[in-house]
Every structure is written in C-alpha cells, then in structure tokens.
C-alpha cells in the first residue's frame, strides 16, 4: 500500500498562475481532507470531503476550490495564485465510521508563489 | 472559535532526558485528543486520547488527559536524537455525521541533541 500520496512534490509559480495538486488514497478512506501549514499557524484545513462527489469549506478556504469525482483521488485548485498562499499543502484521509478519528496524511507539497 | 494551544514552542535536550509537552484546549465540544509526530514531512499518529485519567503507553512515549482542566501531556522518557520532531496536538469535535476536522495546535518542535 502507497497510502496517501501528493503530486508534485514542489511548485514555484507565478502570480495569476494556475495549478492543481493531486491527492490519492489507496485505503479506501471515505474521508479526504486537504490543510495548508505555515510557520507559527499549525496545520489549517482548506476543504474536505465526506464521500465521492462531496465537498466543503474548512478554516481557509478562500482562493482554492477542490474535486472528489473519484472516491480515491481529491484534487486542490489554484485558480490565480497569490504570494499568501506559499505554503506547504498536506492531503490527509480517514476512515467514515465513528469512532475512528485518525487522519492519515501524505508527504507534503510545497508551494512558492512568486 | 475552538483554540488549541501547545507548549513550549520549541525545546532542545540531551539525549537521555525526560520531556514533558503540554496541550490546552478550548473548544465547544470535544470528543478526543490526537498526538501526531512530525519529521521531515507527513505527520505520523502517536495517540488518541478520549477518556480523562487514562494513560495512553507507547515505548518510551506516554500520553494523558485531563478533560476538567481542558489539557493532555505528551512525556518522552529517555528521548533520543530520532524524537527529534515537530509534535502536533489536535482537538477532534463530537461525530456529527461529517467528517472528524481536526483543530491543530501550532505544535512544538524539539530537538535531541548528543
């Protein structure tokens, strides 16, 4: 099992550009969740999704939009990008039943908006 | 605004020293407290706590919690340079139906030194 891993690794972009970071599971986690972690501010979520073909806000979810088309995939867009949203993005997943509150995250992709 | 709090900020030891990494919590509704080790890149779980007074044992990691004083302990005994790390505490709200959006602390970054 590959567990929870994130393409690219490390972006530089322009501003206005446009990019998508992608996110894959092969736990058959019904939970994806996608946070953003900055010096000082911790890990803040920016959306997750509760199942195939749902989705909703976190903390920080201004400037990104996401996709959960396929249960195992989770897709984090960038429509224009801003130098506040360097960063290093982490996809996370869990299980759907109660009780299990544990998030399995992936390595990491960082982010330079110029 | 749920607030979860951890100190100290960062720490440095020799190896072989006991740490102690603290905690707090404000939050609305609670229904259990996550550790998660942090290295060079994804977070790893260590613990979930959900019932007060119960310690959780892992090796020379153990954890508490404390839910009428609102804070949870992280001990390392014996630390060693490979607990070098950031240690993250998050706060997991009651299962409403959605998924389990965990609140990070900043986390505390400690460094084992020979």
Known sequence: NAGVTQTPKFRVLKTGQSMTLLCAQDMNHEYMYWYR???GMGLRL???SVGEGTTAKGEVPDGYNVSRLKKQNFLLGLESAAPSQTSVYFCASSYGTSGVLEQFFGPGTRLTVL | EDKVVQSPLSLVVHEGDTVTLNCSYEVTNFRS???YKQEKKAPTFLFMLTSSGIEKK???LSSILDKKELFSILNITATQTGDSAIYLCAV???NTGTASKLTFGTGTRLQVTL
């Open chain 1, 37 to 39: 972690q900055d010096p």
């Open chain 1, 46 to 48: 920016i959306h997750y």
């Open chain 2, 33 to 35: 407290l996550l550790w």
């Open chain 2, 58 to 60: 892992s090796g020379r």
């Open chain 2, 92 to 94: 997991a709200p009651p």
